[in-house]
Each structure stands twice: as structure tokens, then as C-alpha cells.
């Protein structure tokens, strides 16, 4: 079964539903099948080739989805591309994978150095013709199987040089079905679309619509208007990374609005320290679910349910094994080791890559005897829940010692002024490396370096405090919302 088999089934069960809505549209599973239909068409009859790869680069629109499907319907490669990236990463990306179609809106067309042996679609009244020129008309399909490349997604990690990873589609099968279970998803979801369909969202369409379920498209992510799309829309689930939630937090502690509907808050991409899960689960209820996942391995590694975190115990985990991964920690030697030691956490399963685009060295240094090697620390204890101990490359070596920057964060965000903190290592001629640290203080609020610094201290002992907290107005984010730390590394002390 291929991913877009899901969508395709749920058409003929839900064909009366609302599948997707925006602020100007709503289409029934129907009405989306049909233009998801001849979408694909139109790809197809551009080019024929089953498996040729297809750039996507929008914001979150309803014409976005319906492209994203049309591609998977039309048996082609995805490549994503996000808006929000420097155009100079887009052009690297299309020019590494040399797709043969790119679809954009004009804004952005006229900033992409697009190859001319591509074709140029401008989503809007081109495309709006396209699905015109080809309605009623089915894709042909049956080319490809479980083990073809469904999607090239870049790595966005706040570390080293971005690899295409290749996820085959029966990675994105596993995910559809560990989704589904994972959450019990049902017919009655509504989900709010509010980080990058580039990104982590992407992995939530095909579960919701497998279901039956409607996909709510805001007409932007400011908080306020996600606030009145939880409260008047009936939404049940969504995916955020942890800063869009505490700004969402935010703005509903000073609006006051109730999310009666809400069931699955999920968070990923970043940790969230103990204080922050006590401050969302007090405004938004026992409704706060995260995943451990990585685009090599998409999403859904592991899970922790809403009502995992009512143990608070379980705060500094991100969950047990989904339902089709298999999880584990190994040595550097590949030994396997027992529950409580710490090592590098390991994944095999339908879920993982099948490598990276064009880099079979890159591919056979991470995948090795069935194993994906992450380069995430961490331990499973003994009741089978992984604990992460940040990314094996950022943990500080200071004087000898380990420091796990998630570990000194968590103290730092403890602090009645600090909203957030990022901890990093900088080189040092004394310690090998230094802890540092920035924060973003919360509004009206006020703190000194020498302050932050004794908090930290009283809390962390002197090895683990920062030997510089750095203050900034804001903290310098990638595209998929993450503390970009390469940025505060070079920025040194400027804010």
C-alpha cells in the first residue's frame, strides 16, 4: 500500500466530509479528490516518468496541499522547499536535485534560479487551468512500490551541512500508521495546520485524512489568529514547535479563551524544559503530547501521550517506541547495551531512509547493519521510555567533564524573568570548552548576566553555570522555528 492509497480510500468512504477548509474554501473529500486527481494528471503529462522528482516551494495554502498530493498521486519525488529559507539554500537544493518540474507562486519563481529544461508552474491561475484542462481524469499509478522515494527532504538540523535524505514510501506508510494509532485518530479530528507543511506538518496530513478527519488552514500563524481557530473551529489536534506553543500561550492567557475541543497539543524539534510542560498543561489541560523523531526517521520515532505526562516522571523523556520502530542505544563499539547506560540512540524499522540523495558515503556512515545511527545521546530505562540527552556533537566538554545543554536550559528557563535559553559550547584555551548561554527574557521583565549567572550556580554547581549568559531581545530561530545556536556562536556577545 502506497501513502496516497490512504487518501484515496477515504475519498470513497468520507466523499461527503470536509476534508480541507481555509478562510475562503471548504472542499469535501470529493471535490478534494477530484482536483488532487487531475493535479496529478497534469504532472504526469509534463512528464510521463514515474519517480521524477517534483520541487514544491509555498506557504501553507490550500493550493499547497492540493500540490503536495497531486505529486504523491502522480507517483513522483517531493522535494520541499520552504519560502523561508535563503534563496541561495533553494537554488543549492534544486540544482542537487535537478527536479523537473518546480512549483511556486510568482513571488518566488522570481527569486529561484530555475533550471530552463524545468518546467515552471506558478500556482494560482496556471494551475487553476491545469486542473480545468484535466478534471475528471485519473492519474496513471501502479509504477512504484514501498521501497521508491516518496519525498527528498533536507535536514535542518541547528548543526552541519544539510543532506537530502530519502524517504522511501513505505517510511511514509509507517508514519501514517503510527500516527493514527498512536493518537487514535478518528473521523471527528480537525487539525490546525500551523507549522510549515515543508516540515513536521507534512507528516500529519495523510493520518487525519486516512480517517476521515479535516485539515483547517489558517490565513496566517500569528498567535491571535491561531487562538481563534483552536476556540472557534472545533480543533482536536495540532503540531508546534515549543516557541509557537508558549506564544500561543501567551495570547491565551491574556484573551482568556478556552480550547474546549483540544485533545493533542503535540510538540517536536525541541525540547521543552519541566517548568514550561507545568506552565502549557496548567493553561491548555492534560492535551500536551511530543514525539522524538528526525527527518531520517520521520516524526514518530517514539511518542508520549498526553496521558504518559501525568507521571511526572516521565517529563524528561519523549516517549516509548511507536508502533512500527524499533528503538535501542549502542556503544560505539555497536554493542547494544541494557536499560539506564547511556550511548547513541539507534532506530531500525519501515521508518527509517533509505540514505542520502546522492551521498553514499554520508548514507553508509549513518546506516549500518539495519541500524539508523541518529547521533542523538541518551538511555532507555526501565520501563522503556527514551530519555534524550541532547545531540552527541553539542554536548559540552568543559575541563573534563560532560555538560548536556538541555540539562543546564532547564535550570536557566526556571527563572521568573526568562522566557527562553539556548546552551552551547564555545571554544576555550582553558577548558577546552566553555558554557555559554543566551536568553530571551520575557516582556517587562528584567535580569543581569550576574544575576542569571548566581541562579544558575545555586541551582548547577560551578562546572555546568555558563561562564557567560548572553541577553537578546530575541533568539535567532532556523526556518522550522528552532534556536538556531550556530547563529549565537557567531555572534559571540552581541545581542
Given amino acids: 500500500m502506497l501513502p496516497i492509497d490512504f487518501f484515496h480510500r477515504a475519498v470513497r468512504r468520507h466523499a461527503d466530509r470536509i476534508a480541507i477548509q481555509d478562510p475562503h474554501e471548504s472542499l469535501t473529500y470529493r471535490e478534494l479528490g477530484h482536483r488532487v486527481n487531475a493535479f496529478a494528471c497534469a504532472l504526469q503529462a509534463i512528464d510521463a516518468t514515474a519517480g521524477s522528482r517534483v520541487a514544491l516551494c509555498a506557504p501553507n495554502t490550500l493550493e499547497h496541499v492540493i500540490a503536495l498530493l497531486g505529486v504523491l498521486a502522480a507517483e513522483k519525488v517531493w522535494v ?20 523537473s518540474i518546480v512549483i511556486t507562486d510568482a513571488e518566488q519563481a522570481g527569486k529561484l534560479r530555475i533550471d530552463p529544461r524545468a518546467q515552471l508552474l506558478l500556482l494560482g491561475e496556471a494551475t487553476s487551468a491545469l486542473l480545468r484542462t484535466h478534471a475528471g481524469q485519473v492519474p496513471v499509478q501502479g509504477r512504484i512500490g514501498p521501497e521508491d522515494i516518496q519525498a527528498i527532504k533536507f535536514t535542518g538540523g541547528s548543526t552541519g551541512v544539510p543532506k537530502g535524505v530519502m524517504q522511501p514510501c513505505r517510511a511514509w506508510t509507517a508514519g501514517i500508521v503510527s500516527q493514527v494509532h498512536a493518537y487514535q485518530l478518528g473521523a471527528d479530528e480537525c487539525y490546525l495546520v500551523a507549522a510549515p507543511v515543508t516540515h513536521g506538518t507534512s507528516t500529519y496530513l495523510l493520518p487525519i485524512l486516512a480517517q476521515g478527519g479535516r485539515l483547517l488552514l489558517p490565513s496566517d500563524n500569528k498567535p491571535a489568529t491561531l487562538a481563534r481557530a483552536f476556540a472557534g473551529e472545533g480543533v482536536t489536534i495540532s503540531f508546534m514547535p515549543p516557541t509557537l506553543i508558549y506564544m500561543l500561550m501567551a495570547e491565551v492567557q491574556a484573551s482568556g479563551q478556552r480550547f474546549a475541543s483540544l485533545r493533542h497539543l503535540i510538540y517536536g524539534g525541541a525540547p521543552m524544559p519541566r517548568e514550561k510542560i507545568r506552565a502549557v498543561r496548567a493553561c491548555f489541560g492534560p492535551v500536551l503530547e511530543t514525539t522524538y523523531g528526525q527527518t531520517e526517521a520521520p516524526q514518530i520515532v517514539t511518542v508520549m501521550r498526553a496521558d504518559d505526562f501525568e507521571d511526572e516522571a516521565n517529563w524528561s523523556c519523549v516517549g516509548r517506541p511507536a508502533l512500527m520502530s524499533d528503538v535501542a542505544i549502542m556503544d560505539p563499539q555497536g554493542q547494544l547495551l541494557p536499560a539506564g547506560e547511556i550511548g547513541e540512540v539507534v532506530v531500525r524499522g519501515d521508518l527509517v531512509m533509505a540514505g542520502y540523495w546522492r551521498q553514499p558515503e554520508k548514507s553508509a556512515e549513518t546506516l549500518v547493519d539495519g541500524w539508523l545511527h541518529t547521533g542523538d545521546g541518551g538511555f532507555i530505562d526501565a520501563r522503556g521510555y527514551l530519555v534524550l540527552r541532547d545531540r552527541l556533537r553539542e554536548v559540552i566538554i568543559t ?16 527563572h521568573p524573568a526568562v522566557h527562553e535559553s539556548a546552551v552551547y559550547g564555545v571554544d576555550d584555551d582553558k577548558w577546552g570548552e566553555a558554557v555559554h548561554a543566551a536568553v530571551q527574557l520575557k516582556p517587562g521583565q528584567s535580569a543581569s548576566e550576574t544575576e542569571l549567572i548566581a541562579f544558575a550556580k545555586a541551582h548547577l554547581g560551578s562546572v555546568k553555570t555558563p561562564k557567560r549568559i548572553h541577553i537578546h531581545d530575541s533568539l535567532p530561530r532556523s526556518v522550522a522555528g528552532k534556536v538556531h545556536k550556530p547563529t549565537l556562536k557567531q555572534q559571540g556577545d552581541k545581542p
Avoid: K, M, W
Avoid at 80 to 99: G, I, K, M, Y
Avoid at 399 to 414: A, C, H, K, M, T
Fill in 80 to 99: 520541499p522547499l520552504n519560502a523561508r529559507n535563503a534563496t541561495v539554500e533553494l537554488d543549492r537544493t534544486l540544482a542537487f536535485t535537478e527536479p
Fill in 399 to 414: 575541563g573534563g567533564f560532560n555538560v548536556y545543554p538541555i540539562d543546564v536550559e532547564s535550570v536557566l528557563d526556571q
